[in-house]
């Protein structure tokens, strides 16, 4: 039997295609229920939904910008998902990006440094693959130029620095609900803060919409309960114009609502979150032990700012050979260039010239290994035996 492996992936039920359908029904209310639901999750007064992460940043650096009008420029990590520029070109915004450390990859604070300065609105920091990144340093360089900082959980929802779950530990926070990310409502993003004047900004740039989506997203969502699975994982994967896992800069996208109906999944995964997280780092912790017998395959380390949930397992392969790929069991390689090689972006550069070593490392290094709770025992042993016998 054909198997193959996605990336990233949660398994969606039909129970919960059924909470989805039940919260249609209940409309708006659902969608507050979970806004509820989430600011007492995440110990936050303000919670706004969007129709997925890129809106949610968007709109967030929007808002910040109309507090501190005079600032226009946003910093990025050099190495990150191409959504993320995607956002703040479409927010309106200059870029100017700092380099990752590419053995934690936490921001490296020199280039973090010269990154931000009096035009900077907000620095963002995202926590790849659900890895903590060093939120102190961050905020100490923020705090030193009056920026904002944007605590970027896309990817890591359900993880913590020191304690602070991650996406509180900003002046706001987002994350992601994509089909890729820890909580899977189809798409979503989902916006976060304490701050009361970004909230009524926030509260005028909501989007407006008539939820007439929740069709297509019900036939989405019984596709995907579907094809995630194994046994049906390839058939997606070969058809090449749905461009599953390709990086995509376009600042152009649609800022939308939140539906009920993906209300109505997203609280029922709100609740598995912590069961999802325990198995994805039982999955890591196995990896790493099989991975140690390896010499020239290093696991990324959590730099000591956390535990990290592991949306991925990402590996730095040090041979100097050229990365190899095993798709069908969901070894592949992240993004495929840091942020300053994407040509389309460079006119929003505030700095065309500079380089970034650690963001041009994990580009032409790093593979990522899955940890959802499809990879079996036996995927394990698989994996590591194809990135040992490169
Ligand atoms: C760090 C980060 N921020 C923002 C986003 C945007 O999220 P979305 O795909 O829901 O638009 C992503 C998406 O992968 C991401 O990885």
Redesign the pocket.
């Known amino acids: 039997m054909l198997r193959a492996l996605a990336p990233a992936g949660l398994p969606m039920t039909i129970s919960d295609l059924r909470a989805g359908l039940v919260a249609a029904g209940e409309g708006e209310r659902a969608v507050a229920a979970l806004r509820r639901e989430i600011c007492q999750s995440f110990g936050v007064r303000h919670t706004f939904l969007v129709s997925?992460?890129?809106a949610a940043?968007s709109i967030l650096l929007q808002a910040l910008h109309a507090l501190q009008p005079q600032r226009n420029v946003v910093a990025l990590p050099a190495y990150?998902?191409y959504?993320?520029p995607s956002?703040a070109v479409n927010a309106g915004l200059r870029v100017a990006l700092y380099d990752l450390d590419p053995v934690t990859l936490s921001p490296v604070p020199e280039s973090l440094a010269r990154a931000v300065d009096h035009r900077t609105v907000a620095v963002v920091v995202?926590h790849l693959f659900g890895y903590p990144a060093d939120l102190d340093l961050v905020r100490q360089v923020a705090a030193a130029r009056g920026a904002y900082v944007v605590d970027?959980a896309?990817?890591a929802m359900g993880g913590e620095f020191k304690g602070k779950p991650l996406g509180c530990c900003g002046d706001a926070g987002l994350f992601?609900?994509?089909r890729g990310k820890n909580l899977n409502a189809l798409?979503g993003?989902i916006i976060i803060t304490h701050r009361d004047d970004l909230a009524s900004r926030l509260e005028q740039l909501q989007p407006v919409g008539d939820g007439a989506r929740t069709h297509r997203l019900f036939l989405k969502a019984l596709l995907l309960s579907m094809l995630i699975r194994p046994s049906l994982y390839w058939l997606p994967r070969s058809l090449p114009f749905l461009r599953i896992g390709a990086s995509v800069y376009d600042p152009r996208f649609p800022r939308d609502t939140f539906t009920p109906f993906q209300a109505g999944i997203a609280r029922r995964m709100l609740a598995r979150l912590p069961e999802v997280t325990a198995a994805r780092r039982e999955v890591a912790r196995d990896l790493r032990g099989r991975l140690s017998n390896l010499h020239d395959v290093s696991p990324v380390g959590s730099g000591g700012y956390g535990e990290p949930v592991y949306l991925r397992f990402p590996v730095m392969v040090n041979s100097g050979l050229p990365l190899v790929e095993s798709p069908l069991l969901g070894v592949v390689r992240s993004y495929p260039t840091p942020l300053g090689a994407i040509e389309q972006l460079r006119p929003h550069l505030v700095d065309v010239s500079a380089r970034y070593p650690g963001a041009e490392q994990l580009a032409g290094r790093l593979l990522t290994l899955p940890t959802h709770q499809f990879v079996t025992p036996l995927d394990r042993k698989r994996i590591v035996e194809s990135i040992g016998s490169r």
């Open positions: 997925s992460g890129r940043l990150t998902s959504s993320v956002a995202c970027d896309a990817q992601s609900l994509s798409d993003g």
